[in-house]
């Protein structure tokens, strides 16, 4: 099992905004697919982005396509989420994922297999 430590998370107003990391504790972590989820209380976790390994092909949600931006250092082991142009329905725990299943994107939580122990964005109006 990958370990995943986010960090960056924390109190933003509108407009503003944040870069989560993502450190990863495995030497291969340049083939692996990574993602980022966001969930709220009382609801499932939602897709936000994610970044194969291979060709570093990028995929969005809707509701942050144009805002957000997901990039990885894999001489770092790392992945980052740069939030621009925050909104309050933004506000949620963030978690990165890693993929050991086959190479590409998805945005379904089941293609993921290690997790991240979250990070609190609060974005406040």
């Known amino acids: 099992q990958v370990q995943l430590v986010e960090s960056g998370g924390g109190l933003v107003q509108a407009g503003g905004s944040l870069r989560l990391s993502c450190a990863a504790s495995t030497r291969t972590f340049r083939t692996y697919t990574m993602g980022w989820f966001r969930q709220t209380p009382g609801k499932e976790r939602e897709f936000v982005s994610a970044?194969?390994?291979?060709?570093?092909?990028?995929d969005y949600a809707d509701a942050v396509k144009g805002r957000f931006t997901i990039s990885r250092d894999n001489a770092e082991n790392t992945v980052y989420l740069l939030m621009n142009s925050l909104k309050p329905e933004d506000t949620a725990v963030y978690y990165c994922?890693?993929?050991?299943?086959?190479?590409?994107?998805?945005?379904?939580?089941?293609?993921?297999?290690?997790w991240g122990q979250g990070t609190q964005v609060t974005v406040s109006s």
């Open positions: 994922a890693l993929s050991r299943k086959v190479p590409g994107l998805s945005p379904s939580p089941h293609f993921y297999d290690d």
């Open positions: 970044i194969s390994g291979s060709s570093g092909s990028t």
